[in-house]
């Protein structure tokens, strides 16, 4: 009888559940679409210290005598698109010596549960003069954050909160934007009835869904046949396991479009092995693909998520424990596409293969050694 | 009937006290890392209380974990498990204080059923207790990630009392874990079912002719386990005012609560150990964490670091067993 | 009683069926099935290409199948998947004349490795599945602290070459990949030390009953700790046709050791010891891997396949276990 009822429940989630939750919002379709076009304000050659539109934000109540204690909650430094990061935003408290007094950082390893355990620590320690936090989820971390920010100020950068409580939230546009840039290239120059194919790590992941949500609007208003979207799980052999089936089996792949860059070369390769012209295709920043672009002079784009956003938390909560006004309640960077036009301005042979090129650190102390360069 | 007690009672009491020793050794570690960084606010009430909870998720399904390894089961389903108990707690609630009795009754039925299922599977089918619950976890990650993507509903600040609320200093939750710890000790000493359940794990077939019927000490230890990693979904959920299809996946709860279980002196093999090794197993890793959030060690040499302990923790004491180890 | 009529009246098409693996039986049938939704696969050709991505999960599962046929598991085969991949790029530097020193370096880590597992299972008494565990955490976090979190370096071509050159106008099949001429030698090689050496038959002697392969003058410790060495050298090589087929990442390895136990498992291999053949790890894998394919070509949502996993395992070892009661 109780097995029934669970079994009932469970059967219930499962035809309903699809509809519960929605990554496809119109509306922030539209206002990331707009912000692609908008100029940003602030130094000339520091994105990082950019905003796309926005408010300033008073911090004097904030304000105190330097130099700083603080301290750093991470999700994790789980790909390389966060080690990239991390090592950004530690070279960036390097080169505040002056104004920081120190900076501990915890590492949640991608578990929301241990990240408010972290952050309960952080605020019970008296440590901290500010909190800076990547949060692992949105939904799970938000309690854990509005509890901290009501005892120290707090900055919260690339994944946000529900909640208005943090100083400033830091990000660039965002993923619809990403899928725009993408699939908008993609729609453009693939021949006229022209087939795509869709590589996506894994489901689930906000910032993911929202970059799909946004190409598959972009195909579906151009009248562009997507022959199949296929998780890769950012699985290099994976991918090319996939990639050589869909060749089989539609013998001609015009345009592949990814929800990330990771493992752009070896979708390439695998129409390299199977004796194919290259697709026209999107990657992301990594140098390996900026490399293969250049060499092989692919039709090609990549769409970033800038990974110098890591170094602006570090700024803003220097600027807010100084009482200096910072761009708030959100704080949104530019977010460049790598175009055929500027790629030699990107690409660099000596770093390495999953660097980002939109690290924004060429000019910081110890670059390239730091970020494992040559 | 009177093999299965001597059997019980024949539980070794001149081993090494584990637990105690495990916890005094954990203990000295956070109090001397705390002292040697001056970080003395993880030695005040709110510093340990922080300890505790990170005690928490990890030790209720640790606990249950603990009977499925004494009966010489395992159960990897447990962090599938974990991930479906949370979603459909928070899916069933969708923020509603009356929906939480019928959404904990559902979510712990749903649990004890497929802890049936696993003990049918393992005791009845035959199948390796090991395959059996991968396939198990397998099914139910399946399920769960084909209708929910995302966190999925949420639960009503009522509820988040199960995480968040205090008696005085003390969390509910923590106090849940010393309780249910306090009451699987009673059973396993104090009734006929945990006697038997040591008998069954130090030896199935002598269980078996001693009149135990062994298949349903199994299934029943599995059942019991699985409620564990369903209660373990429901604080999670709580904690995270709604539950994600990967949070027992993330948390690494299956290989964690069987590292735990073991390095608190509990025979992988069965028949041996107890929940308080356990408990002392789950404060040497929530002091793990802790240390190396003080000392502010790098992720990576992190896990080298806990790989070799779970490896070291165990071997203290397994380095003088008899016989051979597989 | 059921089991005196079966013996009583074995109707010859049962004992046929019974005398096949079951993994070679799921393996035809699922391959079968992609053939039919997808024609390249029966050509020689497609079977070939087939193989070649099949080829590290097979190599694994051979290894693995070793330790599982000595009693234990060997959990951290992934994560070492992992560190040769990475630490084969960090040593290489893209350069082709590092290529050689290079493998040989990662098969001394190999070595290395798989003494370690061995000699904690044996000497500290540490179970494998509990020093595997701590292997697999402590040789992921060697992997990425070597590299900085991030691949650090190219794969030179000719390691690539292993995992990804095809040669073309082959007589016969038409195009042979060079990783299935390494598959076969390597699966040539495990076949004969686990059927047809004194060593193979101690290893299932030792699985089988540990005591009583002790009394009867078997080397236990030295056979436990050989098994580790061959399941880490056979990560090692996984590990160079992996990197070999798509190049350098960090997740190269994640879940593989569960993948290659869960192979040998559907190739009919006794958990805990004692049996175990080459040919069901071989058609054990094989399965596997054509069933990830057929749910590929099936377009079945992700997930779902997750759940199609679980349920052939159970049914597969279900199955495996009532035939052995009833034969």
Known sequence: MKTQIGFVALLAGLSTGAIAQNFNDPAEFERQKALLTVAPQGPDGKPWEQNLGGEKVDTAKYKKPGPYKLCFSNAGVNNPWRVVGFTNMQAEVDANKADIASFTHADAEGKDDKQISDINAFVNSSQCDALIVSPNTTAAL???????????????????????????????????????????????KIPAGGSVLALRILP????????????????????????????????????????????????????????????????LEAFEDAGKPYPVINGEDQQDFLQKWKKNKLTAIAPTYPTYQWRTPVIAAIRILKGEPVVGPTWKLPQPAITAENLDKFVNDKMPPLHYALCGCEQMTNYPARWGGK | MSASADIAVARPAREIPVAPLLFAGSLALYIVTALAT????????????????????????????????????????????????????????????AMIAPAVLAVLALSAAVGLVNGL????????????????????????????????????????????????????????????????????????????????????????????????????????????????????????????????????????SIAVVVIGGTLLAGGRGGVWGTLAGVFLFATLDAVFNMTGIDAFPKQVLRGAIVILAVAVYAVRSRGHVA | MSATAAHTAPSAALRFVRGINVGVAIFLVLYGTIAVLQPSYFEVEGFLNFLRRAAPLIILACGQLFVIAGGGFDLSMGSLVTLTVLGGSMLAGGNPENTWWTIGVLYLIGLGVGLVNGLVVTLLKVPSIIATLGMLLSLNGAALMWSGGAPRGYLPENFRALGRLVYREVP???????????LIGFVALAAWLLHATVFGRQVL????????????????????????????????????????????????????????????????????????????????????????????????????????????????VASSAWRMRRA
Not at chain 1, 143 to 158: M, Q, R, T, Y
Not at chain 1, 170 to 186: E, V
Not at chain 2, 57 to 65: K, R, T
Not at chain 3, 229 to 244: K, M, P, Q, R
Request: proline residues 3%; contains cysteine.
């Open chain 2, 121 to 256: 599977i393992i005791a009845r089918l035959d199948v390796n207790p090991l395959i059996a619950t991968l396939g198990v976890g397998l099914i139910l990650q399946g399920l769960l990630s084909a209708s929910f993507s995302n966190f999925a509903g949420s639960v009503p600040s009522a509820f988040q009392a199960f995480a968040y609320g205090r008696i005085g200093p003390l969390p509910w939750s923590v106090l849940l874990l010393f309780v249910l710890a306090f009451a699987i000790w009673l059973m396993l000493t104090r009734t006929r079912f945990g006697a038997h359940l040591y008998a069954t794990g130090g030896n199935r077939d002598g269980a078996r002719l001693a009149g135990i019927r062994t298949e349903r000490v199994i299934i029943g230890a599995h059942v019991l386990c699985s409620l564990m990693a369903g209660l373990t979904g429901l604080y999670l959920a709580s904690r995270l005012r709604a539950g994600a299809p990967w949070v027992g996946r993330d948390g690494v709860y299956d290989l964690e």
């Open chain 1, 142 to 188: 938000t309690p854990a954050v509005e509890a901290a920010a009501k005892k120290l100020p707090v900055v919260v950068f690339d994944r946000g909160v529900d909640s208005k409580a943090p100083v400033t939230f830091i990000n660039p546009i965002g993923g619809y934007g990403f899928g725009i840039q993408g699939a908008s290239f993609i729609a453009e």
């Open chain 1, 204 to 267: 689930g992941v906000d910032v993911l869904e929202n970059r799909w949500a946004a190409a598959e609007r972009i195909f579906k208003e151009k009248g562009i046949k997507v022959v199949g979207a296929e998780f890769t799980n950012g699985d290099n052999a994976k991918t090319k396991a996939i990639v050589e089936d869909y060749i089989n089996r539609f013998g001609k792949i015009d345009g592949v479009w990814m929800d990330a860059g990771a493992t752009a070369v070896a979708a």
């Open chain 3, 205 to 316: 002697a030792v699985g089988d009953n540990p005591r009583a392969a002790e009394l009867a003058g078997v080397p236990v410790g030295a056979t436990r700790v050989l098994v580790f060495v061959i399941s880490a050298l056979s990560a090692v090589t996984a590990g160079i046709l992996l990197g070999g087929f798509a190049g350098v990442s960090t997740a190269v390895g994640q879940g593989l050791e569960l993948q290659a136990i869960a192979a040998c498992v559907i190739g009919g291999a006794q958990l805990l010891g004692g049996r175990a053949s080459v040919t069901g790890a071989v058609a054990g894998s094989l399965s596997l891997f054509a069933l990830f394919t057929l749910l590929n070509l099936m377009g079945l949502p992700q997930p779902l396949r997750e759940t199609v996993q679980g349920l052939i395992l159970i049914a597969a």
């Open chain 3, 172 to 182: 016969v099949t038409g195009i042979m990949p060079l990783s299935v001429i390494i």
């Open chain 2, 38 to 97: 001056g970080q003395h606010a993880y030695l005040t009430g709110e510093g340990f209380v922080g300890l505790t909870q990170r005690m928490v998720a990890l030790g209720i399904v640790a606990l249950g974990q603990t009977l499925t390894i004494l009966v010489g089961s395992i159960d990897l389903s447990v962090a599938n498990l974990i991930s479906v108990a949370a979603v459909l707690a928070s899916f069933i609630m969708k923020g509603e204080p």
